[in-house]
């Protein structure tokens, strides 16, 4: 498998026939970097369930996902809120070069995963890390002035840092994806969510606050 570059190609080799693991909407396997600068590093692909696969434009919903993503744990990060860092796992489109499937997301694998929250309500937040993503989640309402809400936080906590996966922003004008359940969503999500010491009083809440998906802690999709 390799992402096309002209003046420095990488490549990394998988094995398709053991899934790594399975999310709602993603089956994920396991590689290594063949060569470039993380030669030699484990790295995950994901591949979407059900033929969509080769439907580009939820790859480009995913990319889009990660860019806000990350624009919004920046500015977490410079008010720091806690002494540690949050971090994003940066995905690319890759293309495969033999088989059967076209295209696929890679990036860096990540150790010690842990769920902090869904896109509907559901929180882990019995520990410090779960505290921290549940008070992102509330920051990045405040932050869009409340049309936006980052949230499906997931990923590898380390000593230093967590560094996040597989997000999902959802928006008051459903523009990022199946995963993005609107403001309906958001009012839902907020109808669960419970601020800890890390919420500011300050950050704003949905005005009106509806019990519209159960909480659970998989991703919903619309």
């Not at 990350?70 to 720091?80: C, G, P, Q, W, Y």
């Not at 509907?120 to 890390?129: F, H, I, R």
């Not at 928006?171 to 907020?190: A, E």
């Amino acid at each position: 498998m390799s992402k096309p570059n002209i003046d420095f190609p990488v490549r990394a080799i998988f094995d398709l026939s053991v899934e790594y693991a399975r999310g709602t909407f993603k089956k994920v396997y396991k590689g290594k970097y063949m060569n470039g600068p993380r030669n030699g590093q484990s790295c995950v692909c994901k591949v979407f369930i059900t033929g969509s696969v080769y439907e580009k434009s939820y790859f480009q919903h995913e990319l889009d996902v990660v860019c806000k993503a990350a624009e919004i744990v920046r500015t977490f990060n410079e008010h720091n809120f806690v002494d540690k860092k949050i971090l994003i796992n940066q995905p690319q489109i890759w293309k495969f070069v033999a088989g059967n499937r076209d295209l696929a997301l890679v990036e860096p694998m990540i150790d010690n995963f842990e769920k902090f929250n869904s896109n509907t309500g559901w929180a882990q937040d019995k520990t410090a890390w779960g505290q921290v993503m549940q008070a992102l989640t509330h920051f990045s309402f405040h932050l869009s002035g409340g049309q936006i809400v980052l949230c499906d936080l997931q990923g590898g906590v380390y000593s230093d840092c967590v560094v996040l996966t597989d997000p999902v922003v959802m928006s008051t004008n459903r523009r990022f994806g199946t995963t993005d359940l609107g403001k309906i969503g958001i009012d839902s999500f907020f109808y669960y969510h419970i601020c800890n010491k890390y919420c500011r009083s300050e950050w704003i809440k949905p005005f009106r606050k509806k019990e519209v998906f159960s909480a659970i802690k998989g991703t919903t999709m619309i």
